[in-house]
Protein backbone atom coordinates (compact mmCIF):
# COMPACT_ATOMS: atom_id res chain seq x y z
CA UNK A 1 0.00 0.00 0.00
CA UNK A 2 1.56 3.70 -0.97
CA UNK A 3 2.65 5.89 1.57
CA UNK A 4 0.30 8.89 0.40
CA UNK A 5 -1.77 11.05 2.00
CA UNK A 6 -5.14 10.38 0.33
CA UNK A 7 -7.90 13.60 1.14
CA UNK A 8 -8.10 16.19 3.52
CA UNK A 9 -11.28 18.18 5.05
CA UNK A 10 -11.27 21.29 7.05
CA UNK A 11 -14.66 21.99 8.66
CA UNK A 12 -15.07 25.78 8.31
CA UNK A 13 -18.56 26.58 9.40
CA UNK A 14 -18.49 29.78 10.86
CA UNK A 15 -21.35 28.74 13.45
CA UNK A 16 -21.97 26.80 16.93
CA UNK A 17 -22.44 23.23 15.50
CA UNK A 18 -26.30 21.79 15.31
CA UNK A 19 -27.23 18.70 16.72
CA UNK A 20 -27.27 15.53 14.58
CA UNK A 21 -29.53 16.11 11.71
CA UNK A 22 -32.47 13.16 11.36
CA UNK A 23 -30.06 12.38 8.37
CA UNK A 24 -26.75 12.19 10.34
CA UNK A 25 -28.74 10.23 13.09
CA UNK A 26 -29.69 7.71 10.57
CA UNK A 27 -26.00 7.25 9.90
CA UNK A 28 -24.86 7.15 13.19
CA UNK A 29 -27.33 4.11 13.71
CA UNK A 30 -26.56 2.82 10.89
CA UNK A 31 -22.99 2.90 11.64
CA UNK A 32 -23.01 1.63 15.57
CA UNK A 33 -25.44 -0.94 14.55
CA UNK A 34 -25.75 -2.06 10.85
CA UNK A 35 -22.28 -2.19 8.99
CA UNK A 36 -22.64 -3.71 5.56
CA UNK A 37 -21.30 -6.96 5.25
CA UNK A 38 -18.14 -7.42 3.86
CA UNK A 39 -16.46 -10.63 1.69
CA UNK A 40 -12.80 -10.66 2.04
CA UNK A 41 -11.84 -9.55 -0.94
CA UNK A 42 -9.34 -6.52 -0.69
CA UNK A 43 -7.13 -4.90 -2.91
CA UNK A 44 -3.73 -3.59 -2.27
CA UNK A 45 -4.00 0.25 -2.75
CA UNK A 46 -5.60 2.60 -0.87
CA UNK A 47 -8.55 4.00 -3.03
CA UNK A 48 -8.71 7.58 -3.54
CA UNK A 49 -12.38 7.39 -4.04
CA UNK A 50 -13.09 8.54 -0.38
CA UNK A 51 -11.63 11.42 -1.42
CA UNK A 52 -13.94 12.66 -3.74
CA UNK A 53 -16.69 10.97 -3.33
CA UNK A 54 -19.80 12.58 -1.73
CA UNK A 55 -20.29 10.15 1.25
CA UNK A 56 -17.07 12.21 2.71
CA UNK A 57 -19.31 15.09 3.48
CA UNK A 58 -21.38 13.01 5.59
CA UNK A 59 -18.28 11.63 7.40
CA UNK A 60 -17.56 15.01 8.03
CA UNK A 61 -20.38 16.32 9.76
CA UNK A 62 -20.60 13.02 11.89
CA UNK A 63 -17.31 13.54 13.01
CA UNK A 64 -18.29 17.01 14.05
CA UNK A 65 -21.30 15.80 15.70
CA UNK A 66 -19.71 12.73 17.73
CA UNK A 67 -17.01 15.66 18.93
CA UNK A 68 -19.30 17.90 19.57
CA UNK A 69 -16.95 20.47 18.72
CA UNK A 70 -17.55 24.14 19.85
CA UNK A 71 -16.08 25.85 17.27
CA UNK A 72 -16.56 24.10 13.94
CA UNK A 73 -13.13 26.07 12.34
CA UNK A 74 -10.57 24.84 14.87
CA UNK A 75 -11.46 21.23 13.38
CA UNK A 76 -9.42 19.30 10.75
CA UNK A 77 -10.24 15.72 9.49
CA UNK A 78 -7.49 13.87 7.91
CA UNK A 79 -7.36 10.30 6.39
CA UNK A 80 -3.61 8.86 5.84
CA UNK A 81 -2.60 5.24 4.63
CA UNK A 82 -1.81 2.55 6.25
CA UNK A 83 2.37 3.44 5.74
CA UNK A 84 3.16 7.23 7.06
CA UNK A 85 4.87 9.36 4.55
CA UNK A 86 8.72 9.74 5.97
CA UNK A 87 8.96 12.06 8.99
CA UNK A 88 5.79 11.38 10.35
CA UNK A 89 6.99 7.88 13.13
CA UNK A 90 5.13 9.37 15.80
CA UNK A 91 1.98 8.54 13.75
CA UNK A 92 2.69 5.38 12.60
CA UNK A 93 3.51 4.59 16.26
CA UNK A 94 0.31 6.39 17.84
CA UNK A 95 -2.06 4.06 14.90
CA UNK A 96 0.14 1.02 15.23
CA UNK A 97 -1.94 -0.56 18.13
CA UNK A 98 -5.02 -0.72 15.47
CA UNK A 99 -7.20 1.15 18.03
CA UNK A 100 -8.70 4.45 19.00
CA UNK A 101 -6.56 6.24 20.17
CA UNK A 102 -6.42 10.05 21.94
CA UNK A 103 -4.88 12.81 23.53
CA UNK A 104 -6.77 15.03 25.85
CA UNK A 105 -4.42 17.76 25.51
CA UNK A 106 -1.44 17.35 23.15
CA UNK A 107 -0.10 20.21 24.04
CA UNK A 108 0.92 18.99 27.10
CA UNK A 109 0.57 14.95 26.31
CA UNK A 110 2.73 15.04 23.68
CA UNK A 111 6.48 15.96 23.96
CA UNK A 112 7.20 18.56 21.76
CA UNK A 113 8.78 16.53 18.50
CA UNK A 114 5.91 14.65 18.24
CA UNK A 115 3.55 17.88 18.70
CA UNK A 116 5.09 20.16 16.26
CA UNK A 117 4.93 16.55 13.36
CA UNK A 118 1.43 16.32 14.61
CA UNK A 119 0.75 19.60 14.13
CA UNK A 120 2.24 19.91 10.94
CA UNK A 121 0.48 16.30 9.45
CA UNK A 122 -3.07 17.89 10.81
CA UNK A 123 -1.84 21.25 9.52
CA UNK A 124 -3.28 23.09 12.45
CA UNK A 125 -1.40 26.13 14.28
CA UNK A 126 -1.88 24.32 17.82
CA UNK A 127 -3.07 21.26 18.72
CA UNK A 128 -5.27 20.45 21.73
CA UNK A 129 -6.81 17.61 21.36
CA UNK A 130 -6.14 14.52 19.09
CA UNK A 131 -7.88 11.37 18.10
CA UNK A 132 -6.41 8.28 15.64
CA UNK A 133 -9.54 6.18 14.39
CA UNK A 134 -8.48 2.92 12.80
CA UNK A 135 -10.27 2.16 9.26
CA UNK A 136 -10.75 -1.15 9.34
CA UNK A 137 -13.07 -3.47 7.28
CA UNK A 138 -14.36 -6.81 8.60
CA UNK A 139 -13.51 -8.39 12.28
CA UNK A 140 -10.89 -10.00 13.81
CA UNK A 141 -7.98 -12.30 12.48
CA UNK A 142 -9.62 -11.44 9.03
CA UNK A 143 -9.86 -7.36 9.65
CA UNK A 144 -7.96 -5.27 7.05
CA UNK A 145 -6.56 -1.75 8.23
CA UNK A 146 -6.69 0.58 5.15
CA UNK A 147 -4.98 3.20 8.07
CA UNK A 148 -6.56 5.96 9.97
CA UNK A 149 -9.16 8.62 10.56
CA UNK A 150 -6.83 11.68 12.03
CA UNK A 151 -9.03 13.99 13.95
CA UNK A 152 -7.46 17.40 15.30
CA UNK A 153 -9.00 20.35 17.34
CA UNK A 154 -6.72 23.74 17.58
CA UNK A 155 -8.35 25.12 20.46
CA UNK A 156 -10.72 22.34 22.58
CA UNK A 157 -9.17 19.49 24.56
CA UNK A 158 -11.82 16.98 25.71
CA UNK A 159 -12.02 13.51 27.40
CA UNK A 160 -14.06 11.29 25.24
CA UNK A 161 -17.24 9.63 26.80
CA UNK A 162 -17.76 6.42 25.94
CA UNK A 163 -20.89 6.29 23.26
CA UNK A 164 -18.42 8.99 21.76
CA UNK A 165 -15.83 6.16 21.24
CA UNK A 166 -18.10 3.71 20.32
CA UNK A 167 -19.10 6.19 17.87
CA UNK A 168 -15.71 6.95 16.35
CA UNK A 169 -14.76 3.21 16.26
CA UNK A 170 -17.56 2.21 14.08
CA UNK A 171 -17.22 5.36 11.78
CA UNK A 172 -13.75 3.96 11.26
CA UNK A 173 -15.34 0.40 10.64
CA UNK A 174 -17.63 2.14 8.43
CA UNK A 175 -15.07 3.61 6.29
CA UNK A 176 -13.05 0.72 6.06
CA UNK A 177 -16.21 -1.50 4.94
CA UNK A 178 -16.46 1.68 2.07
CA UNK A 179 -13.11 1.24 1.12
CA UNK A 180 -13.39 -2.74 0.85
CA UNK A 181 -16.51 -2.52 -0.78
CA UNK A 182 -15.39 -0.10 -3.45
CA UNK A 183 -12.12 -2.16 -4.04
CA UNK A 184 -14.00 -5.42 -4.75
CA UNK A 185 -16.37 -3.72 -7.19
CA UNK A 186 -13.63 -2.49 -9.02
CA UNK A 187 -11.66 -6.26 -9.09
CA UNK A 188 -15.47 -7.28 -10.26
CA UNK A 189 -15.50 -4.77 -13.10
CA UNK A 190 -11.78 -5.58 -14.17
CA UNK A 191 -12.78 -9.40 -13.47
CA UNK A 192 -15.84 -8.63 -16.02
CA UNK A 193 -14.28 -7.08 -18.40
CA UNK A 194 -11.94 -9.67 -18.31
CA UNK A 195 -14.48 -12.20 -18.75
CA UNK A 196 -15.64 -10.31 -21.38
CA UNK A 197 -12.16 -10.87 -23.55
CA UNK A 198 -12.01 -13.95 -22.96
CA UNK A 199 -15.49 -15.16 -24.05
CA UNK A 200 -15.43 -13.18 -27.86
CA UNK A 201 -10.86 -13.97 -28.16
CA UNK A 202 -8.60 -17.10 -28.94
CA UNK A 203 -6.71 -17.26 -26.33
CA UNK A 204 -3.92 -18.74 -28.23
CA UNK A 205 -3.75 -16.45 -31.41
CA UNK A 206 -5.40 -13.34 -30.21
CA UNK A 207 -7.37 -13.22 -33.02
CA UNK A 208 -11.91 -12.98 -31.91
CA UNK A 209 -13.25 -15.88 -31.85
CA UNK A 210 -15.52 -18.40 -33.54
CA UNK A 211 -18.46 -17.24 -31.78
CA UNK A 212 -17.44 -13.69 -32.08
CA UNK A 213 -17.19 -13.86 -35.62
CA UNK A 214 -20.66 -15.50 -35.65
CA UNK A 215 -22.29 -12.35 -34.11
CA UNK A 216 -20.31 -9.92 -36.08
CA UNK A 217 -21.30 -12.28 -39.36
CA UNK A 218 -24.88 -11.70 -38.60
CA UNK A 219 -24.76 -8.23 -37.69
CA UNK A 220 -23.10 -7.54 -41.02
CA UNK A 221 -25.24 -9.56 -43.43
CA UNK A 222 -28.26 -7.46 -42.02
CA UNK A 223 -25.95 -4.03 -42.25
CA UNK A 224 -25.09 -5.35 -45.79
CA UNK A 225 -28.68 -5.84 -47.00
CA UNK A 226 -30.53 -3.01 -45.95
CA UNK A 227 -27.08 -0.46 -47.18
CA UNK A 228 -27.34 -2.42 -50.47
CA UNK A 229 -23.26 -2.92 -50.16
CA UNK A 230 -21.77 -5.84 -51.13
CA UNK A 231 -20.17 -8.10 -48.48
CA UNK A 232 -17.16 -10.58 -48.68
CA UNK A 233 -15.87 -13.39 -46.58
CA UNK A 234 -12.36 -15.01 -46.77
CA UNK A 235 -11.77 -18.71 -45.30
CA UNK A 236 -8.32 -20.03 -45.44
CA UNK A 237 -6.50 -23.27 -44.03
CA UNK A 238 -3.10 -23.83 -42.74
CA UNK A 239 -1.60 -26.60 -45.53
CA UNK A 240 -0.27 -30.12 -44.37
CA UNK A 241 -0.72 -28.55 -40.72
CA UNK A 242 -1.25 -32.17 -39.89
CA UNK A 243 2.29 -32.89 -40.89
CA UNK A 244 3.72 -29.99 -39.42
CA UNK A 245 1.93 -31.08 -35.75
CA UNK A 246 3.45 -34.99 -36.26
CA UNK A 247 6.89 -33.94 -37.29
CA UNK A 248 7.79 -31.11 -35.16
CA UNK A 249 5.06 -31.48 -32.13
CA UNK A 250 2.07 -29.44 -30.85
CA UNK A 251 3.63 -26.76 -29.30
CA UNK A 252 5.30 -26.15 -33.11
CA UNK A 253 1.87 -25.94 -34.72
CA UNK A 254 0.39 -23.62 -32.04
CA UNK A 255 3.53 -21.00 -32.76
CA UNK A 256 2.40 -21.54 -36.65
CA UNK A 257 -0.92 -20.69 -35.28
CA UNK A 258 0.17 -18.07 -33.51
CA UNK A 259 2.74 -16.34 -36.54
CA UNK A 260 -0.92 -16.99 -38.79
CA UNK A 261 -2.63 -15.02 -36.65
CA UNK A 262 -0.24 -11.83 -36.13
CA UNK A 263 0.02 -12.00 -40.12
CA UNK A 264 -3.91 -11.64 -40.61
CA UNK A 265 -3.75 -8.87 -37.99
CA UNK A 266 -1.14 -6.93 -39.26
CA UNK A 267 -2.40 -7.25 -43.47
CA UNK A 268 -6.04 -6.81 -42.68
CA UNK A 269 -7.59 -3.33 -43.20
CA UNK A 270 -9.20 -1.46 -40.22
CA UNK A 271 -12.57 -2.55 -41.59
CA UNK A 272 -11.53 -6.04 -41.92
CA UNK A 273 -12.64 -8.67 -38.81
CA UNK A 274 -9.95 -11.86 -38.51
CA UNK A 275 -11.28 -14.62 -36.72
CA UNK A 276 -9.48 -17.61 -36.04
CA UNK A 277 -12.73 -20.66 -36.95
CA UNK A 278 -11.18 -23.78 -35.50
CA UNK A 279 -8.39 -25.65 -35.55
CA UNK A 280 -6.15 -24.51 -38.01
CA UNK A 281 -8.99 -22.29 -40.08
CA UNK A 282 -9.24 -19.32 -39.97
CA UNK A 283 -11.76 -16.36 -41.71
CA UNK A 284 -11.74 -12.90 -42.40
CA UNK A 285 -15.01 -10.56 -42.64
CA UNK A 286 -14.85 -7.78 -45.31
CA UNK A 287 -17.47 -5.72 -45.14
CA UNK A 288 -17.97 -3.20 -47.95
CA UNK A 289 -15.97 -5.29 -50.12
CA UNK A 290 -17.69 -6.99 -53.26
CA UNK A 291 -15.64 -10.51 -54.14
CA UNK A 292 -12.98 -9.70 -56.53
CA UNK A 293 -11.75 -7.20 -54.10
CA UNK A 294 -12.01 -10.19 -51.38
CA UNK A 295 -9.97 -11.98 -53.80
CA UNK A 296 -7.21 -9.28 -54.18
CA UNK A 297 -6.93 -9.19 -50.07
CA UNK A 298 -7.25 -12.95 -49.79
CA UNK A 299 -3.84 -12.96 -51.90
CA UNK A 300 -1.91 -10.40 -49.50
CA UNK A 301 -2.69 -12.73 -47.29
CA UNK A 302 -1.29 -15.67 -48.74
CA UNK A 303 1.53 -14.20 -50.39
CA UNK A 304 2.42 -12.63 -46.65
CA UNK A 305 2.60 -15.92 -45.37
CA UNK A 306 4.16 -18.38 -47.85
CA UNK A 307 7.05 -15.25 -47.92
CA UNK A 308 7.25 -15.39 -43.88
CA UNK A 309 9.93 -17.45 -42.23
CA UNK A 310 8.95 -20.09 -39.84
CA UNK A 311 10.48 -22.26 -37.38
CA UNK A 312 10.99 -25.74 -39.01
CA UNK A 313 9.81 -25.16 -42.69
CA UNK A 314 7.94 -22.87 -45.13
CA UNK A 315 3.91 -22.41 -44.36
CA UNK A 316 1.36 -22.07 -46.73
CA UNK A 317 -2.03 -21.70 -46.80
CA UNK A 318 -4.80 -21.98 -49.16
CA UNK A 319 -7.79 -19.87 -49.45
CA UNK A 320 -11.64 -19.43 -50.26
CA UNK A 321 -13.47 -16.16 -51.43
CA UNK A 322 -17.19 -15.90 -51.39
CA UNK A 323 -19.46 -12.64 -51.83
CA UNK A 324 -23.09 -12.45 -50.11
CA UNK A 325 -25.71 -12.72 -53.03
CA UNK A 326 -29.38 -12.44 -53.01
CA UNK A 327 -29.70 -16.27 -53.31
CA UNK A 328 -28.27 -17.00 -50.15
CA UNK A 329 -30.32 -16.99 -47.32
CA UNK A 330 -27.85 -15.67 -44.94
CA UNK A 331 -24.53 -15.92 -42.89
CA UNK A 332 -24.46 -19.74 -43.00
CA UNK A 333 -24.71 -19.42 -47.12
CA UNK A 334 -22.00 -17.16 -47.21
CA UNK A 335 -19.57 -19.95 -45.08
CA UNK A 336 -20.38 -22.34 -46.86
CA UNK A 337 -19.53 -20.94 -50.21
CA UNK A 338 -16.27 -19.80 -48.83
CA UNK A 339 -16.17 -23.19 -47.67
CA UNK A 340 -16.37 -24.93 -51.39
CA UNK A 341 -13.97 -22.16 -53.13
CA UNK A 342 -11.83 -23.08 -50.72
CA UNK A 343 -11.73 -26.91 -50.80
CA UNK A 344 -11.61 -26.21 -54.60
CA UNK A 345 -7.97 -24.51 -53.41
CA UNK A 346 -6.91 -27.59 -51.65
CA UNK A 347 -7.93 -29.68 -54.69
CA UNK A 348 -6.13 -27.70 -57.43
CA UNK A 349 -2.59 -27.85 -55.42
CA UNK A 350 -3.15 -25.55 -52.45
CA UNK A 351 -1.13 -22.20 -51.48
CA UNK A 352 -3.92 -20.55 -53.82
CA UNK A 353 -6.83 -18.36 -54.08
CA UNK A 354 -10.44 -19.27 -55.14
CA UNK A 355 -13.49 -17.13 -55.64
CA UNK A 356 -16.34 -18.41 -55.60
CA UNK A 357 -19.03 -17.67 -58.44
CA UNK A 358 -21.36 -15.48 -58.16
CA UNK A 359 -24.42 -17.61 -56.91
CA UNK A 360 -23.15 -18.89 -54.04
CA UNK A 361 -22.25 -22.22 -55.52
Known amino acids: MHGMIIAVWYVSERRMPQPPSTKDRYLLDETLYNPPPVDGVFGEDTPTFLGISGGMDDVRRLAAAILRADQGENLSVEIYAQTTPPG ?3 VRVITAKNTLVTLFDAEVDAD ?3 LSRLRSFLRLSTLRFFVAI ?7 GTSTNFGDLLVGDA ?6 DHLQERALIALGH ?3 TLVALEQHKRRLEAETVRLSALATTDGLTGLANRRSFGDRLATAVVYARQTETPLSLILLDVDRFKSYNDMFGHPAGDEVLRQVGRILSRVARDSDLPARYGGEEFVVLATETDGETGAIIADLFRSEIASSSF ?8 FGVAELTPFMAGGND ?3 AADAALYRSKAEGRNRVTLSDTNGS
Open 155 to 160: CTPRRL
Open 88 to 90: LDV
Open 174 to 176: QLG
Open 134 to 140: PVVAGRG
Open 334 to 336: LVS
Open 311 to 318: AHREVTAS
Open 112 to 114: PAS
